[in-house]
């Protein structure tokens, strides 16, 4: 009995270790274990301009990659058409577009992109991440639709005369300094905004404003009277549209003409490439309307006081 009770406690342990092999080998092979061909690398996805390695989302940099590839071309060479002129590419808008993405991504990248798309659905176009001509044509319309409606000319009583040192003409004359009096205040409140960010690094002077030496953001003009517009269209016959409009938003004293580097109202595809790439313009996109002001894509240096009307409204 006691060399029984013996071989059945050895089989109990052979039998122990049996099923411990067995149950070690089946998890060795179970399929909750990822298979070796599985395990990649997780995928990266692009979600509010930024990469989300959490492998969450719909969208991956994959997928999306063609649609980056395709707006790296069309940037420079997407052909369409602004105010009866032809253009070519939309690179002189990438600070808009991207200030209206809400993104911080190169124009070329996945991010761009998925930004894009995300912008396109909630506009009702197809969500391709391709900035092509309905989409480009699409945001026109809403810069357009949200610049200064009411062009009823200023009168005199509601236009302040400002010092020559906030224009970058100081010689101009008095009755070409004239703006719109809250114009002028938001303006003024603008530029010490500017001058104390210090990623712009403006010199500011002695007795508060921009330094002398200082351009940038100086107005180049303001209220402009019929009168005036009469003269310079006479002046430069051939200058087209841009700037001489017979209905311009200048006679309202609610336009001002600011300076944001190059040339400082040439509408040359050369200076404006340059202007939309110095830190103020791109300041001015980002921080301008907080203060009541709003672009006119075509003019780097053209911004539009529409907060008093949006009161009104």
């Known amino acids: ?19 411990a092999i067995a149950s070690f080998e089946a998890r060795g092979q179970s399929p909750r274990a990822p298979k070796a061909e599985s395990r990649v690398k997780p995928t990266v996805l692009i979600k509010d301009g930024r990469d989300d390695s959490a492998g969450k989302g719909a969208s991956t940099a994959s997928a999306i990659s063609p649609a980056a590839a395709l707006n790296a071309v069309l940037r420079n060479d ?24 809400n993104t911080e991504g ?12 995300r912008w396109q ?17 699409a ?19 509601q236009l302040v005369t400002a010092p020559a040192s906030d224009f970058y003409d100081p010689e101009r004359l008095a009755e070409l300094r004239q703006v719109e009096r809250e114009t002028y205040a938001a303006y003024q409140r603008m530029v010490a905004a500017a001058i104390a960010d210090p990623s712009l690094a403006l010199a500011r ?44 938003p200048h006679f309202t004293g609610r336009a001002l003409d600011l ?23 791109q300041w001015l996109v980002r921080n301008a309307e907080r203060f009541g002001f709003r672009p006119y894509c075509y003019e780097p240096w053209h911004w539009e006081y ?3 009307e949006s009161r009104e409204q």
């Open 205 to 248: 002077a002695a007795g508060g404003g921009l330094a002398p030496a200082e351009k940038y953001l100086k107005i180049i003009s303001a209220f402009r009277s019929h009168e005036y517009q009469d003269q310079l269209r006479r002046q430069s016959p051939q200058a087209g549209r841009a700037g001489l409009a017979v209905n311009s």
């Open 78 to 101: 997407l052909t369409w058409t602004f105010g009866g002129k032809q253009q070519r590419g939309w690179y002189l808008y990438t600070p808009l577009i991207s200030h209206m993405l």
């Open 259 to 281: 300076y944001v580097g190059g040339e400082p109202v040439d509408t040359k595809d050369s200076n404006r490439a340059l202007q939309v790439q110095t830190r103020v313009y």
């Open 106 to 117: 190169d124009a070329t990248s996945n991010g761009f992109a998925f930004a894009l798309a």
């Open 1 to 19: 009995m006691k060399y029984f009770s013996i071989h059945i406690a050895v089989l109990f342990v052979a039998l122990a270790a049996i099923l």
């Open 121 to 137: 659905e909630h506009s009702g176009l197809k969500p391709s991440g391709v900035l092509d001509e309905e989409s480009l044509n």
């Open 306 to 308: 529409v907060a008093a």
């Open 139 to 157: 945001m026109v319309s809403e810069w357009q639709r949200r610049r200064l409606k009411n062009r009823t000319d200023a009168q005199p009583n």
